[in-house]
């Protein structure tokens, strides 16, 4: 037991140390009071060695949420197969055994059934062929893109609340760690903004405590911090987790295996996440021919935007206040620039080899320029990261 208490502290370990790091590419300006304790707490989780399994759940919101325990059997698919009323095939039939613990990115073309493939798990839809054996103890939970209905003449802390008529302590907790704190807690849900209703239509997902996690094209509508508390509530999280989404980073982050669909009925388990079913694509790449379209073929052979020119930090220099803010509002820039560069090649290269008739010259092509954006991204982070340490060494006030 206590070999097995310290594997699950050294995987949460890990999953902490990745947050960490991914966390520096998902917007580090957004958070320069941040940044240098971020990199020294996944410096410190890399070298240190495992601790209690107390650790869990500090970072995210595990800890508060939980989830019903999950027993050892899953969801169980036997030759499952689907096809519309019309008799378009959607899914060819097909065996899968879900376990707890299984992070699954589900991929394909627009249309493939990935969509479909959720629906037909949580029993929104019925299999046309085989069957779907779910576990005694599964509780599915279920954050779709057209979200849950919400009592718009409710107030937030009411949705939270639900039955029992006030939100208990741990509610109110929950609300804050979803940036619904203070006066915003009484707000109708009626002036709420889109993002402010997805993000509580998330928390209301959560909140039920589901050990099957079902998340179709979360990134669209979620604002970064509230990306982030996902990523860390799933980081040391034990259920079950299928994600569909075109985000290479959320997927990087929230999945092991990847599901893809081919958007002819088949479906294939690639292991190694995005990065493998990428390379896998790459390498089985087909043939251009004169049918065949790609994605922006046309600009892929243009040039990318440079990124905004940043002195190097010279080490021992003194630089003004003002030069210094100066820099770092420019490396902030070119950092963005950068970022927001890459994760468009990341987009592209995702949707062309989803596309079923990718090709292999295209996919080298936007694999290249993804490696050379990831470089700009890189260089742009480390000349942030060094003038906003030489602000904050210096106490100067960057606001």
Same mark, same amino acid.
Request: proline fraction near 4%; charged fraction near 30%.
């Given at each position: 037991? =206590?070999?097995?208490?310290?594997?699950?502290?050294?995987?949460? %370990?890990?999953?902490?140390?990745?947050?960490?790091?991914?966390?520096?590419?998902?917007?580090?300006?957004?958070?320069?009071?941040?940044?240098?304790? %971020?990199?020294?707490?996944?410096?410190?989780?890399?070298?240190?060695?495992?601790?209690? +399994?107390?650790?869990?759940?500090? @970072?995210?919101?595990?800890?508060? @949420?939980?989830?019903?325990?999950?027993?050892?059997?899953?969801?169980?698919?036997?030759?499952?197969?689907?096809?519309?009323?019309?008799?378009? =095939?959607? *899914?060819? +039939?097909?065996?899968? /055994?879900?376990?707890?613990?299984? %992070? @699954?990115?589900?991929?394909?073309?627009?249309?493939?059934?990935?969509?479909?493939?959720?629906? $037909?798990?949580?029993?929104? #839809?019925?299999?046309?062929?085989?069957?779907?054996?779910?576990?005694?103890?599964?509780?599915?939970?279920?954050?779709?893109?057209?979200?849950?209905?919400?009592?718009?003449?409710?107030?937030? %802390?009411?949705?939270?609340?639900?039955?029992? &008529?006030?939100?208990?302590?741990?509610?109110?907790?929950? /609300?804050?760690?979803?940036?619904?704190?203070?006066?915003?807690?009484?707000?109708?849900?009626?002036? $709420?903004?889109?993002? !402010?209703? =997805?993000?509580?239509?998330?928390?209301?997902?959560?909140?039920?405590?589901?050990?099957?996690?079902?998340?179709?094209? +979360?990134?669209?509508?979620?604002?970064?911090?509230? #990306?982030?508390?996902?990523?860390?509530? $799933?980081?040391?999280? +034990?259920?079950?987790?299928?994600?569909?989404?075109?985000?290479?980073?959320? #997927?990087?982050?929230?999945?092991? !295996?990847?599901?893809? $669909?081919?958007?002819? &009925?088949?479906?294939?388990?690639?292991?190694?996440?995005?990065? &493998?079913?990428?390379?896998?694509?790459?390498?089985?790449?087909?043939?251009?021919?004169?049918?065949?379209?790609?994605?922006?073929?046309?600009?892929?052979?243009?040039?990318?935007?440079?990124?905004?020119?940043?002195?190097?930090?010279?080490?021992?220099?003194?630089?003004?206040?003002?030069?210094?803010?100066?820099?770092? &509002?420019?490396?902030?820039?070119?950092?963005?620039?950068?970022?927001?560069?890459?994760?468009?090649?990341?987009?592209?290269?995702?949707?062309?080899?989803?596309?079923?008739?990718?090709?292999?010259?295209?996919?080298?092509? *936007?694999?290249?320029?993804?490696?050379?954006?990831?470089?700009?991204?890189?260089?742009?982070?480390?000349?942030?990261?060094?003038?906003?340490?030489?602000?904050?060494?210096?106490?100067?006030? /960057?606001?």
């Amino acid at each position: 037991e =206590r070999e097995e208490q310290a594997a699950t502290a050294e995987q949460v %370990r890990k999953n902490l140390a990745k947050t960490e790091l991914a966390w520096l590419r998902r917007g580090a300006p957004a958070r320069t009071t941040k940044a240098k304790s %971020r990199v020294a707490s996944a410096t410190a989780l890399v070298n240190t060695k495992a601790e209690a +399994p107390a650790r869990q759940g500090e @970072l995210g919101l595990t800890k508060d @949420l939980g989830s019903k325990r999950l027993g050892s059997k899953g969801v169980e698919l036997h030759g499952v197969g689907f096809s519309w009323p019309n008799g378009k =095939r959607v *899914l060819s +039939p097909f065996d899968h /055994m879900l376990e707890p613990g299984d %992070r @699954l990115g589900i991929v394909g073309p627009n249309g493939a059934g990935k969509s479909t493939l959720l629906d $037909l798990i949580s029993e929104r #839809l019925t299999p046309t062929e085989g069957k779907i054996d779910i576990g005694r103890t599964v509780k599915i939970g279920y954050y779709d893109q057209l979200g849950r209905d919400l009592d718009v003449t409710k107030r937030v %802390r009411d949705a939270v609340a639900g039955d029992k &008529g006030a939100p208990s302590l741990e509610d109110i907790n929950l /609300m804050k760690r979803f940036w619904f704190d203070g006066d915003s807690q009484f707000a109708e849900i009626s002036t $709420l903004s889109g993002g !402010e209703r =997805r993000r509580l239509q998330l928390l209301l997902t959560l909140i039920e405590q589901p050990n099957v996690l079902l998340l179709d094209e +979360p990134t669209n509508d979620l604002d970064l911090d509230t #990306l982030r508390a996902l990523e860390d509530f $799933l980081d040391d999280w +034990p259920g079950i987790v299928l994600v569909v989404s075109h985000d290479r980073a959320f #997927l990087d982050r929230t999945v092991d !295996e990847v599901f893809a $669909l081919d958007g002819q &009925g088949g479906a294939s388990l690639v292991r190694g996440g995005v990065a &493998g079913w990428l390379k896998q694509r790459l390498e089985r790449g087909t043939k251009p021919t004169q049918n065949t379209k790609s994605v922006s073929t046309a600009k892929l052979d243009t040039p990318a935007k440079a990124v905004v020119d940043i002195p190097a930090s010279k080490s021992g220099s003194l630089k003004s206040a003002s030069t210094l803010k100066r820099l770092v &509002g420019q490396a902030e820039k070119a950092l963005a620039q950068a970022t927001t560069e890459r994760d468009t090649i990341s987009a592209k290269l995702i949707a062309e080899a989803s596309s079923a008739t990718s090709n292999h010259e295209t996919l080298a092509k *936007l694999s290249e320029q993804l490696a050379h954006a990831q470089t700009k991204v890189d260089t742009a982070e480390e000349s942030w990261l060094n003038f906003a340490a030489e602000a904050e060494s210096r106490g100067i006030d /960057m606001s």
